[in-house]
């Protein structure tokens, strides 16, 4: 048996505002799988990648490969920035020994914004089966948090800042984002509330300014989520 939630997820952005983006879901091979979003817990080496999240994470750099291939993108100018737990970190390194980027180098990094969303200690190393629990209250009330945890709204502000930092600091490259199942989802909700706006990136940062986004958004984060396996264009 494999620890809990080996899974990693991707997300590619080119750069912004001529935006692509992909999500990736590595399988996850487990006889039970349990929620780790615990930082903590998260970046302990038990809880990386099963076996055939490697596989997965290499077929994702293959694909994204094959894109920049296509998009005539160098990869010299390919930025890769993931979330610092195990699982996330052994999917950008994968990707990027595929794509020939030194992920000891500057073009990788791990930003906290990136990390799992928090669900709470209730949560915390038990079935993942109780995630129905939460995903039905973002619906209802996306500012409600779990007891302890994180609302849709909390992620969407820390994603919408990564979301700005990165096309601030970063305006001739293209961006690989590395995540989780909830901000990958929130992160699509966001990006679907600001193409509702004249101006992409304005958009995102309204987002950001209000201090939430709306809750006809942010409920809807689910129906951007991932079948396990699949690679996604999200822009």
Same mark, same amino acid.
């Given at each position: 048996?494999? *620890?809990?939630?080996?899974?990693?997820?991707?997300?590619?952005? *080119?750069?912004?505002?001529?935006? /692509?983006?992909?999500?990736?879901?590595? /399988?996850?091979?487990?006889?039970?799988?349990?929620?780790?979003?615990?930082?903590?817990?998260? %970046?302990?080496?038990?809880?990386?990648? $099963?076996?055939?999240?490697?596989?997965?994470?290499?077929?994702?750099?293959?694909?994204?490969?094959?894109?920049?291939?296509?998009?005539?993108?160098?990869?010299?100018?390919?930025?890769?920035?993931?979330? +610092?737990?195990?699982?996330? %970190?052994?999917?950008?390194? =994968?990707? !990027?020994?595929?794509?020939?980027?030194?992920?000891?180098? +500057?073009?990788?990094? !791990?930003?906290?914004?990136?990390?799992?969303?928090?669900?709470? +200690?209730?949560?915390?190393?038990?079935?993942?089966?109780?995630? $129905?629990?939460?995903?039905?209250?973002?619906?209802?009330? *996306?500012?409600?948090?779990?007891?302890?945890?994180?609302?849709?709204?909390?992620?969407?502000?820390? @994603?919408?800042?990564?979301?700005?930092?990165?096309?601030?600091?970063?305006?001739?490259?293209?961006? @690989?984002?590395?995540?989780h199942g909830d901000p990958l989802q929130i992160f699509?909700?966001?990006?679907?509330?600001?193409?509702?706006? %004249?101006?992409? @990136?304005?958009?995102?940062?309204?987002? /950001?300014?209000?201090?939430?986004?709306? !809750?006809? =958004?942010?409920?809807?984060? &689910? /129906?951007?989520?991932?079948?396990?396996?699949? =690679? &996604?264009?999200?822009?």
């Open positions: 048996m494999h *620890p809990p939630s080996q899974q990693g997820r991707a997300v590619f952005v *080119p750069q912004i505002p001529r935006s /692509k983006s992909y999500q990736f879901q590595p /399988k996850v091979s487990t006889v039970a799988i349990l929620v780790c979003c615990r930082q903590e817990n998260g %970046t302990k080496p038990e809880f990386g990648l $099963a076996p055939q999240g490697f596989e997965q994470a290499r077929a994702a750099g293959e694909l994204l490969q094959k894109e920049l291939e296509e998009m005539g993108v160098p990869v010299d100018s390919v930025k890769i920035r993931y979330s +610092p737990f195990s699982r996330t %970190t052994e999917t950008a390194r =994968v990707v !990027a020994g595929v794509l020939g980027i030194p992920f000891e180098g +500057p073009s990788c990094a !791990a930003v906290m914004g990136l990390r799992e969303r928090y669900f709470g +200690p209730s949560y915390e190393l038990h079935s993942h089966d109780k995630y $129905a629990e939460v995903w039905a209250v973002d619906e209802a009330h *996306p500012h409600m948090a779990p007891e302890g945890g994180e609302s849709v709204a909390d992620v969407a502000n820390r @994603l919408s800042a990564v979301l700005s930092s990165t096309e601030t600091d970063f305006h001739s490259s293209e961006i @690989l984002i590395v995540s699509q909700a966001v990006l679907s509330g600001a193409k509702e706006n %004249t101006s992409f @990136l304005d958009g995102v940062r309204d987002l /950001k300014m209000k201090g939430t986004a709306v !809750a006809s =958004v942010l409920s809807q984060h &689910r /129906k951007f989520a991932l079948d396990t396996g699949e =690679v &996604r264009r999200v822009v």
